[in-house]
């Protein structure tokens, strides 16, 4: 039995085993989709607003305001109330738009040919010339302009509908280079909700020389026409990034790699993040332009966020997202679309999350899901019949053989038939009763007085008796076959 014991649960053992679904997923790497939600367009423009003083005939105040569009590129959000990171170009404009400012009004003023740019000019008029001299910055005491210049810097979400608007952002934090990264956020702080998408920094950049990443930004605001723009590209030989940048390079020199992101930084992807293929998290940022496009590290990234007393982090937006993620690029549309709803319900106008739910519900139980797969081998495993009745078998032989082991035990002793007078003579048997098996019990018999043994001797001389039981005797006997007493003669 305990054979059998053992025997029985190792099959149930193996059955369940077989029927246990997959319990967790790994994480899948090379996705772009963790960081895209998280991306979005940066504009910045100067705003200026001048009064020109005009002192050569009556006194005049010509008061004139331009809005100078100054950078557009790619900014990545990393903690869900608005913070981004970005670069310094987008968020300070590195000419004096008052030197613009100046030379614009007075020519539209006093009608002279000025070039409209960000360098001091000379008029050949010498009084027209002064007055220019005294509008240019530094304000002075005789100063003939008055300029005040602010920069309004605006950041397109990648949501539908597309915000018309966007979102208005200041720099608090920025390096000393254009190419150095920038910290704004929102002039108008988040109140109440969960706050945007964010992206994950990683911890380094990977040292190996040609390891893959991929670039994602905006090549315009993000609409139904403009949608990110994902470039892949490799680290090239060089230190983690640095002020200088780490370059980019093919290793098997097809592409151009500089060439094809400076040409893209200039288009707007200038600033986009660098998402490593390992786990998808942000290395860098696009930096360059022209024909040397770079990357600055993760570490230009922590410290100014450092400096700028901000902790990057994730949020509920993100949690949800991330494990939705995870089982759609496993391929469990099933249990992926749930959680892309979810993420619509904290983020409504998720535009990642809404595509990749539309992409769920389209393959959910169909022949690439699989956790449909996963479900109809759980089903089939665990509906056969033969395990179970193998295992009935089994238990009824071991029954049956206890119950034969146990019968011996417990047999009767060997039966012996009855002499005929005797089993005549048996009184009756009591209710309930076997009447097919006689227990053989020893008796006693009375002893005859050999008085009497005459009385019991047949008269017919032909057939003779035992005197001793009354038992029939055959003529050769000469002892009784059933008492053993002897015969008299």
């Known amino acids: 039995m305990a054979r059998f014991t053992a025997f029985a649960g190792g099959i149930v053992a193996a059955l369940a085993l077989i029927a246990m679904p997959v319990a967790a997923h790994e994480h899948p790497s090379g996705i772009t989709d963790l960081v895209t939600p998280a991306v979005v367009r940066v504009e910045a423009v100067s705003h200026v607003e001048i009064t020109l003083l005009d002192h050569i005939g009556e006194l005049k105040h010509v008061e004139r305001s331009y809005d100078i569009p100054f950078a557009t590129g790619t900014g990545t959000v990393v903690n869900p109330d608005g913070t981004i ?3 310094r170009r987008l968020a300070v404009n590195p000419n004096d738009v008052a030197i613009y400012a100046a030379n614009k009004v007075f020519a539209e003023h006093h009608k002279v040919k000025i070039p409209l740019d960000y360098k001091k000019h000379k008029l050949k008029d010498d009084l027209l010339n002064h007055h220019l001299q005294e509008c240019y910055p530094p304000k002075t005491d005789t100063a003939t302009c008055i300029i005040n210049v602010t920069t309004e810097i605006t950041a397109f979400p990648n949501v539908s509908p597309p915000s018309p608007d966007g979102i208005k952002v200041k720099c608090i934090k920025a390096g000393p280079t254009p190419d150095s990264p920038a910290v ?11 706050g945007m998408p964010t992206a994950p920094l990683a911890d380094k950049v990977p040292d190996q020389e040609g390891a893959p990443t991929n670039v994602a930004g905006f090549l315009g605001r993000p609409g139904p026409n403009v949608l990110e723009t ?20 093919d290793p098997e020199k097809k592409v151009d790699e500089p060439v094809k992101l400076g040409g893209l930084a200039d288009k707007g992807l200038i600033g986009a993040p660098v998402i490593g293929d390992k786990n998808g998290h942000v290395i860098g940022l696009l930096v360059g332009g022209g024909n040397e496009g770079k990357m600055i590290g993760v570490r230009e990234i922590t410290a100014i966020l450092a400096a700028a007393k901000v902790a990057p982090r994730r949020g509920a937006i993100d949690t949800a997202f991330e494990a939705a993620l995870t089982r759609y690029h496993t391929k469990y549309y099933t249990e992926a679309a749930p959680g892309f709803q979810r993420v619509l319900e904290l983020y409504p106008g998720n535009v990642v999350a809404a595509k990749l739910l539309k992409t769920s519900l389209e393959k959910r139980g169909g022949p690439e899901d699989q956790g449909t797969k996963q479900l109809a081998t759980t089903t089939t495993r665990s509906t056969p019949l033969w395990p179970f009745i193998v295992a009935a078998g089994i238990l009824f032989i071991a029954a ?7 019968w011996r035990r417990r047999a009767p002793e060997r039966v012996t038939e009855l002499p005929e007078p005797l089993a005549a003579a048996a009184p009756p048997l009591d209710d309930g009763a076997s ?3 006689v227990v053989r019990r020893s008796q006693s018999f009375p002893v005859v007085p050999q008085q009497q043994q005459q009385v019991m001797t047949a008269p017919n001389p032909g057939v003779k008796y035992c005197t001793s039981c009354g038992m029939r005797l055959g003529p050769a006997h000469r002892f009784c076959g059933y008492c053993g007493h002897p015969i008299e003669t």
């Not at 994902?230 to 390079?249: M, N, Q, S, W, Y």
């Open 85 to 87: 990171v970005a670069l």
């Open 435 to 437: 009447q097919t098996v």
């Open 184 to 194: 704004l956020v929102p002039v108008t702080p988040t109140a109440g909700g969960v």
């Open 230 to 249: 994902v470039e892949i590209a490799h680290l090239g030989k060089g230190g983690a990034g640095g002020d200088t940048g780490r370059p980019f390079a």
């Open 400 to 406: 049956g053989g206890g119950a034969y082991l146990l």
